[in-house]
């Protein structure tokens, strides 16, 4: 039962889950509460917010250089000092209720000014102590979410496509009791996938760098996995040949079947239902095309809310129904390592303007989590505190046309692998 828990968490830790966070000055979007990264706060009677928060909810570009702040929006810019109260909107002199100041390094700018000067309704509720911010754009009369619909509509009208992604991950930890240097480990990750619809296939080839590893070359190895109506098969650095995954209680083919009959804008509606922020970015100009770019934030909670929706998913798979203590024992896990858990995560789409197909993604994400460690001798926790940024882009191309896949009909069992390696790992 232990290894299947492992596979589950394993695989959920790519979801980056959260847990909500607690604020003194809570702030609420379109109706759906945000958490960010770092928490509103009052001073001097003015909500102040990270300057990276403006940048999500009105979808502005921000540059910041030395204690200079710009803010551009629609063809509008207003430019901010540090410590100054003064502001420029297009040539035309402002006056901010509150400084933008610096607080442990993040930038805090008044969340009114800069919302009311590009056009936001802002509100505040005493009583909740809940500010309210209230912004909406069309394009050619479609708000930003009817814009995602209509992309995922078009892109079902061609049954394959592929897909080019660039990954760059860092991950680090330290112990807050011990003033030494954090942990850091690089990662690069390249990603080609070839899709197909129906029916379902779908053929990766994945490389990955660790920067600094050179003395372990097997881990730059190239990995394959081909995904069929028969199942996941995969290749193995160090090995030759496929490997079949089986996952002990889990119907294969009952997976593909549910995946092949989602609707195609289930993704979408859990977004928003999960309380994502949705809003415009400038429109773009890339290789003589025009483009729509829609940004999609999740905070702390949102994010919290996404991933309890997928875990609910998980523990109903086909086969683990009764399987009642693994579902238990991943609860308790997944609540542990994910207690406290902060997240910023953010991705814009590139809609094409002429055929609404989405070309180009990119993602950011920053998460940090405490990690409960060993009880000492006085019966206290030495926690680790954990983070992981990511930034990544994608690029989806070669839509309606045929591909081919490698040959997987003499495929070995990846358990009996994983056995080997157990052994291996354990003999003395």
């Given amino acids: 039962m232990r290894h299947k828990l492992i596979v589950l968490c394993t695989a959920f830790l790519f979801l980056l889950f959260a847990s909500p966070a607690w604020a003194d000055v809570n702030l609420n979007v379109n109706g759906s509460s945000y958490v960010p990264f770092v928490a ?5 009677g003015t909500t102040m917010v990270p300057l990276n ?17 710009t803010v551009t929006k629609d063809s509008q810019t207003l430019n901010l000092q540090l410590n100054r109260t003064d502001a420029v909107l297009d040539g035309k002199q402002l006056t901010m209720p509150q400084a933008p100041t610096l607080v442990g390094g993040e930038v805090m700018v008044p969340l009114r000014f ?19 911010v209230l912004y909406s754009e069309q394009r050619q009369g479609m708000t930003p979410e009817e814009i995602l619909a209509k992309s995922s509509e078009a892109m079902l009208k061609f049954n394959t496509y592929k897909t080019r992604a660039a990954l760059s991950m860092e991950m680090g930890g330290a112990i807050p009791s011990v003033q030494e240097e954090t942990v850091k480990v690089p990662l690069n990750m390249g990603m080609d996938m070839a899709i197909q619809n129906n029916p379902l296939l779908i053929y990766g080839q994945t490389t990955v760098d660790f920067p600094g590893a050179a003395e372990m070359p097997e881990l730059a ?22 490997f079949r995954m089986d996952v002990p209680g889990t119907d294969m083919k009952e997976l593909i079947e549910q ?27 890339k290789h003589g ?38 579902i238990l024992d991943y609860n308790d896990m997944m609540e542990t390592l994910f207690k406290n858990m902060k997240a910023d995560v953010v991705y814009r789409v590139w809609v094409d303007q002429a055929s609404m197909v989405t070309t180009y993604m990119d993602l ?48 070995k069992d990846l358990s009996q692998y994983m056995d080997g390696v157990s052994i291996s790992m354990t003999a003395p």
């Avoid at 403006?54 to 250089?65: K, L, N, T, Y």
């Avoid at 996995?225 to 030759?240: A, I, K, Q």
């Avoid at 829609?294 to 523990?315: I, P, Y």
């Fill in 40 to 44: 509103p706060q009052i001073s001097n």
């Fill in 53 to 69: 928060v403006i940048g999500r909810i009105i979808g502005a570009e921000i540059d910041r250089a030395d204690s200079t702040i």
């Fill in 114 to 132: 800069i919302c009311e000067t590009f056009g936001a309704t802002v509100t505040w509720d005493q009583n909740s102590r809940t500010a309210g």
């Fill in 221 to 242: 190895a190239p990995i394959e996995v081909l995904l069929n109506e028969e199942g996941m098969f995969m290749t193995m650095p160090g090995e030759e040949g496929w």
């Fill in 259 to 285: 995946s092949r009959n989602q609707d195609p804008v289930a993704s979408l509606e859990m977004l928003q239902e999960s309380g994502a922020i949705i809003s415009f970015s400038d429109d773009q100009e």
């Fill in 289 to 326: 095309r025009s483009y729509w770019v829609v940004n999609v934030t999740l905070g702390t909670d949102s994010f919290n809310e996404l991933v309890g929706k997928v875990m609910n998913q998980a523990v109903n798979i086909p086969g683990m129904e009764a399987d009642q203590d693994l």
């Fill in 364 to 411: 950011d994400a920053l998460i940090e989590l405490y990690i409960p460690g060993p009880v000492i001798e006085d019966g206290t926790f030495e926690p680790i505190v954990m983070y992981i940024t990511e930034r990544a882009t994608f690029e989806i191309y070669d839509l309606g046309k045929p591909f081919s896949v490698p040959d997987v009909s003499q495929a």
